[in-house]
């Protein structure tokens, strides 16, 4: 396995690869990897020849005053996990590769955005697009491949890469949990034990809210705000969102349905965590 940090050198190893004919299957994160990015490289390994991980944490996608500086980074614990999943390429460049002095070209989004996580986190979607496209750019790859568990990210991609006719097919994976529900995410490691504990309100709200439709509640404000009772009774626990969205607009709904998505975002201490699942049992 290589760990390419120049993009020329990754320019070039693609080129090699694709002159040969051979698929690529792309697989972008910020790194600290756990099961969820292992099972999004698992299905890269299937669906392409060469499977490529890019490892960078991208400073246009963080807010003032969020977390880039602290954001959790282990490059090396991440190679050997990247290895034993059968990468055959590490992506990892420098900030100042990617934004030389006098970069001034972003992406933007328009519509999906502006809800969910992009009201609450003004320009991380500019950010995301920025960086995708220009990875997909450098990558070249036939497909990339993406976690439901950020599921406005993988909606606004999807958007981007039909709108902008990318060549890359976009695959959406569903959100690998932990065995107690815990969606799994590089930032949990930022929880103390107690607060792992609060973490599972994420989960459990998902489950109740399915409950809840299950027997027969529809009213979105009704679930959200028993949801919100059960959010705050932990101590540690910041709401800030509890939404109820169509699947593919990402507007609020006003009744549940087959498109129905619960998406949250709560802190709980330090974190900020993000879940969502569709409300209503597939027939
Ligand atoms: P990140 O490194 O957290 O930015 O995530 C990189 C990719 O891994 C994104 O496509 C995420 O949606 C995906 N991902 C993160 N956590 C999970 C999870 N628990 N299950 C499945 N995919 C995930």
Redesign the pocket.
């Known amino acids: 396995m290589n760990i390419i940090k120049s993009i020329d050198e990754m320019k070039q190893w693609v080129a090699t690869v694709r002159i040969a004919g051979e698929t690529i299957s792309f697989?972008?994160?910020?790194?600290?990897l756990?099961?969820?990015?292992l099972?999004?490289l698992d299905e890269g390994r299937k669906r392409g020849d060469k499977l490529v991980l890019s490892i960078f944490v991208n400073p246009t996608q963080f807010g003032q005053g969020e977390d880039f500086e602290d954001y959790p980074r282990g490059l090396e614990q991440d190679s050997q996990l990247a290895q034993q999943a059968g990468v055959d390429v590490i992506f990892a460049p420098e900030a100042k590769q990617m934004y030389p002095s006098g970069y001034a070209t972003y992406v933007d989004v328009e519509g999906i955005t502006n809800t969910l996580c992009g009201t609450s986190r003004p320009g991380h979607f500019r950010g995301v697009c920025t960086v995708v496209s220009k990875l997909f750019n450098i990558v070249q790859p036939h497909n990339a491949?993406?976690?439901?568990?950020?599921f406005q990210?993988?909606a606004v991609i999807k958007r981007m890469t039909l709108d902008l006719n990318l060549p890359v097919e976009i695959i959406g994976?569903?959100?690998?949990?932990e065995a107690d529900g815990l969606?799994?995410?590089?930032r949990n490691v930022y929880l103390s034990p107690d607060q792992r504990k609060q973490a599972l309100v994420l989960s459990r709200s998902l489950q109740r809210a399915k409950e809840m439709v299950s027997s027969g509640e529809t009213g979105c404000d009704v679930i959200i705000r028993q949801l919100k009772m059960l959010i705050e009774q932990q101590p540690d626990a910041r709401i800030d969102y509890i939404q109820i969205c169509h699947q593919l607009t990402l507007e609020d709904q006003t009744h549940v349905d087959a498109d129905s998505v619960l998406l949250l975002a709560v802190y709980v201490g330090k974190p900020r965590l993000i879940d969502n699942g569709f409300l209503q049992a597939e027939s």
């Open positions: 697989v972008p994160t910020m790194g600290f756990h099961q969820g990015h099972s999004l491949i993406f976690g439901s568990k950020d990210q993988l994976m569903p959100i690998f949990r969606a799994m995410s590089s």
